[in-house]
């Protein structure tokens, strides 16, 4: 019952709530998680699933990215469950012999981050995706990108939180924090108020809400993606191909992803035609063969984006005991591993990351 | 036994997904549709749904003692036909031609 007490609580049943719950679960913590609907029901059941590391500038938000590739690793076996994560490594794609200017430095650059990468021709780049249109440069290869089942994960997450003694609620909602003395004390819920020494806001692009009972301001707002699914077809698309907008993935299923930009609407999960036929038309240009295929699909779902579109990972300014994990923008499901980890650690009073201090939200203070 | 029989049935024939797969995110704690269908994949396939969601409505109603109108139903949402990528992208040309 939502009633009770408890050490922690964890606000959303995202990707990034849920990896906050069993991190915290697995070091020792009484855990409370609470979603208002299911398990990834927002932004981390709407999205495509790519974990990109390569695509980081170095500094924070590779470290980050970087930090949680090394947990997916082991994450199946850790968990004792099918998050279906798959290093199948990405080919980011030139189209023109120009654009390849760049590749051998970035190529090096790459590498001496620890990072395999190498550069492709024309013909390498076909051998290895047969399917891209034959008119394409080269690419250039690396090793550490992937890709994930965004449901599995999240619900693989809450299930080991679960045998590490966490509670999960789903179907609560967060209606108020409560702080006494600059401190958080409990979290009401449409179910009842739960007393709590800490909490983590993970509700994505419905955190500034909650944050605001509390007098704190989060400059997070919803960014619009939309998507499309085709019947599935016969294996065609092995790596993350990158380089191009829209992304198209194929799933363990058969059946191709298409997406996704980022839309400024507010908090619309509307799809609209127009996009939809642009992002079909911008598959068919990667991958001339795609014409046929027929779409069974589409949606739309909102990413939290964060105002300088850095995650907002840390303890509130001005409320102890509040902690904000959100705001991941278009990389929440490449980052949440090493952001459920840095919470922890941080709850517990041992900041062991180095480059934490960077996602602060005291910066907007 | 006529339950076993029934436990191997074939909910979601796009999908390929059994009774048993869908009595297992039951017990696992799904208690609607849409947590069904995301954990077992049933009414995700090319059909969306259009066969085996009552199928599975029963079942969760079943499962949870609400009646099935009581039930959110799952998100099936196709386009209003199925359409192909290349048909979809000449809609994208003909909206920029209006646009001018
Ligand atoms: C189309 C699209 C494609 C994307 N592609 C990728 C990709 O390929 N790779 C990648 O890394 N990222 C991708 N993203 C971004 C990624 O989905 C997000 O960054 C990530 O899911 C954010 O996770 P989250 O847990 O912070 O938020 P969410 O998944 O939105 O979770 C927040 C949760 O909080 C719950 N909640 C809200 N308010 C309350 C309340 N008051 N009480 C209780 N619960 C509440 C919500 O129901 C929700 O479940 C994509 C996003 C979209 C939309």
Redesign the interface.
């Known amino acids: 019952m939502a009633g009770d007490d408890s050490k922690v609580v964890v606000i959303g049943g995202g990707a990034v709530g849920t990896a906050c719950a069993y991190y915290l679960a697995r070091a020792g913590d009484e855990v409370t998680l609470v979603e208002r609907s299911g398990l990834g029901a927002e932004a981390s059941g709407a999205n495509l699933g790519l974990l990109l590391v390569s695509d980081k500038p170095p500094g924070p938000l590779f470290e980050l990215s970087l930090e949680s590739a090394r947990l997916y690793g082991n994450l199946a076996a850790e968990l004792d469950y099918q998050v279906q994560y798959e290093r199948s490594g990405s080919l980011l794609v030139y189209t023109s012999p120009d654009a390849m200017a760049g590749a051998e430095a970035r190529a090096a650059d790459l590498r001496s981050r620890g990072l395999e990468a190498e550069v492709l021709g024309r013909a390498e780049t076909r051998r290895l995706e047969p399917a891209l249109h034959p008119g394409v440069a080269g690419s250039l290869w690396c090793n550490l990108d992937g890709t994930i089942y965004p449901f599995a994960l999240c619900h693989g997450y809450a299930r080991a939180a679960l045998r590490h003694g966490a509670r999960v609620l789903t179907h609560t909602a967060a209606t108020a924090l409560e702080a006494e003395g600059g401190r958080v004390t409990a979290v009401v819920t449409d179910r009842g108020r739960i007393r709590t020494e800490a909490v983590v806001l993970a509700a994505g692009a419905w955190s500034p809400a909650l944050a605001a009972t509390v007098g704190v301001r989060l400059p997070i707002e919803p960014s619009r993606g939309q998507m499309l699914v085709t019947e599935p077809v016969p294996p065609m698309v092995r790596h993350v191909i990158m380089g191009h907008e829209p992304y198209v993935r194929q799933s363990p299923y058969g059946q191709l992803l298409i997406g996704s930009i980022p839309e400024r609407v507010g908090f619309n999960k509307a799809t609209e035609v127009p996009v939809l036929a642009e992002f079909a038309a911008g598959a068919i240009g990667l991958m001339p063969c795609l014409g046929g295929v027929p779409v069974i699909r589409s949606w739309a779902g909102l990413r939290p984006r964060a105002e300088d579109q850095v995650p907002i990972i840390g303890e509130a300014p001005g409320v102890r005991g509040l902690f904000v994990a959100a705001g991941h923008f278009r990389n929440g499901m490449g980052q949440a591993p090493a952001t459920g980890a840095a919470i922890a650690e941080l709850i517990r009073g041992r900041p062991g990351y180095p480059w934490l201090e960077a996602f602060d939200p005291g910066r907007f203070a | 036994m006529a339950e076993d029989s029934t436990r191997d049935s074939t909910i979601c024939r796009c999908?390929d997904v059994t009774a048993s797969a869908i009595a297992a995110a039951l017990a696992?704690?799904?208690?609607?549709p849409?947590?069904i269908k995301?954990?077992t994949?049933a009414g995700?396939?090319?059909c969306?749904g259009r066969v085996c969601r009552y199928l599975v409505e029963a079942l969760v109603a079943e499962a949870t003692g609400l009646p099935p109108e009581a039930l959110v139903p799952a998100?099936y949402?196709?386009?209003v036909r199925?359409?192909?990528?290349?048909e979809?992208?000449?809609?994208?040309?003909e909206?920029a031609g209006k646009e001018g």
């Open positions: 999908e696992a704690g799904a208690r609607s849409t947590e995301v954990l994949r995700m396939g090319a969306q998100s949402r196709p386009p199925l359409v192909r990528l290349d979809l992208a000449r809609q994208h040309g909206h």
